[in-house]
């Protein structure tokens, strides 16, 4: 596992292919370093330039003095098998490849990778990718992504991390996360898993104590028996999202990673056989994964629902009783503690109905009763944020009185409402843009918890 250590928490990184182009793939790689906070060396490979971004730089990594834990790789692929000879030559045990041209192009880009691959194992050289973005470590601050921090702001540090085949998936995570205020550990795009594949980094993240949760999005496999082992020995939830369900996203997959997808239905009973956690789109992929970092453990299945617009809560009740979800019936002593303590114009039912004339002080009072309640076992806020009786100062009360049963929050909207709902979940507080995303959010945390 030493290599792929050293691809997480290298103390020396050389960017081979480095460029002093702005918009270069090799300058916005080297950039993402430098400007990103990586705390270790860096040593940008280029022979026709003297500096980029005011470091100097080198002809050949065999020009440097010091140790290099890890290369990430922007030049063409032609020039590969050259290049690799001379990172075994050096002793570095880690790369990143991040340029294609390799298995997804061609007859000529397999034999290219598997001549690649060959020199790295002979020089116990691991490999992410090639045919990728790579690496984001939201801790060691490793950053291979070569899109701008102005087009793709990073996420602060979390508990979350994401095993992607698909380049385009890992940068949309990471830009979903840093938007609604999620933190990340570690996010690895893939390509064409020419070494390192899925069922290594879980068994490495299962020893990882800052991940919570693995969220996996699969269109084919290297290894299927490696990978169902490696999700069945695992201690943390997986949930994951299988792609290719056809013919024609199987040959999708193919043409861009270069290789074959297997049976779906068969492939996704064997996970869930294992204990990983499937579920149906990629949103799905990224709210239940958020859902499962923030919340700590339910003790039940029971959801009480409170509201301050009821609309939202008959479709959540209609998916409730869909996905087997019970909703909590309030005892004589809870009935009486929130007749007490509300308006006498609301609804003491579920969803409790605080109207649209509900404060702040109208939700926290039925949240509080809720939260001492033993027949409720988890909290369901489907908030109008946009209601202007509901005072701007709800977000931060419920922020610090938060509850020991886990809360959910429904709450679609616009710039107000996402500023809000960005406060709650960097506070350990998940919130959703659509009821179906919520439901499905606790049937699977439930179901995690069982």
């Not at 496999?221 to 994951?240: A, C, H, M, Q, Y």
Request: some cysteine.
């Amino acid at each position: 596992m030493s290599g792929i250590f050293k691809i997480f928490n290298p103390e020396s990184i050389a960017v081979i292919g480095a460029s002093s182009n702005p918009g270069k793939i090799g300058h916005e790689c080297f950039k993402s370093l430098l400007k990103g906070g990586f705390r270790g060396k860096l040593y940008p490979i280029n022979p026709n330039a003297q500096e980029i971004l005011g470091v100097e730089t080198y002809s050949s990594i065999l020009d440097v003095q010091g140790d290099i834990d890890l290369v990430i790789y922007a030049l063409q692929a032609k020039d590969s098998v050259r290049i690799f000879r001379e990172i075994g030559q050096k002793g570095i045990r880690a790369a990143i490849i991040i340029s294609g041209g390799f298995r997804e192009s061609s007859k000529n880009g397999i034999l290219l990778e598997e001549d690649v691959v060959r020199i790295a194992r002979n020089n116990h050289i691991r490999i992410i990718g090639p045919n990728c973005v790579g690496v984001y470590d939201g801790y060691s601050k490793v950053d291979s992504f070569f899109q701008s921090a102005e087009r793709l702001p990073r996420p602060h540090e979390g508990s979350i991390s994401f095993i992607s085949q698909s380049g385009t998936f890992a940068i949309s995570f990471l830009d979903w996360a840093s938007d609604e205020g999620i933190g990340v550990c570690k996010v690895v795009s893939l390509g064409n898993r020419a070494d390192v594949d899925e069922a290594e980094l879980i068994q490495y993240l299962n020893d990882d104590d800052k991940t919570k949760v693995i969220a996996l999005y699969i269109e084919s496999f290297t290894n299927g028996r490696k990978l169902i082992d490696s999700i069945k020995n695992s201690k943390k939830p997986i949930i994951v999202y299988l792609a290719s369900r056809t013919q024609s996203g199987a040959a999708v997959a193919h043409s861009h990673t270069g290789r074959l997808a297997s049976n779906y239905l068969l492939a996704r009973s064997l996970m869930e056989g294992v204990g990983a956690i499937p579920v149906e789109t990629f949103q799905q992929l990224f709210d239940v994964t958020k859902t499962v970092a923030l919340l700590s453990k339910s003790q039940g299945d029971r959801v009480v629902m409170i509201t301050n617009g009821a609309g939202p809560c008959v479709i959540a009740a209609d998916l409730m009783q869909d996905n087997g979800i019970k909703m909590a019936n309030f005892n004589a002593s809870t009935n009486e503690k929130l007749s007490k303590s509300l308006p006498g114009y609301v609804n003491i039912n579920n969803p409790i109905d605080l109207t649209g004339s509900a404060t702040s002080d109208d939700f926290m009072a039925a949240i509080k009763v809720c939260d001492e309640a033993a027949e409720v076992d988890i909290i369901a806020l489907f908030v109008v944020f946009q209601d202007t009786p509901l005072d701007d100062e709800f977000v931060e009360k419920l922020v610090s009185n938060k509850p020991k049963k886990p809360v959910l929050i429904f709450g679609a909207g616009g710039e107000y409402t996402r500023k809000k709902s960005r406060i709650l979940n960097s506070n350990g507080i998940p919130t959703f843009q659509s009821v179906e995303s919520l439901v499905t959010s606790i049937k699977t945390f439930v179901e995690i918890d069982k």
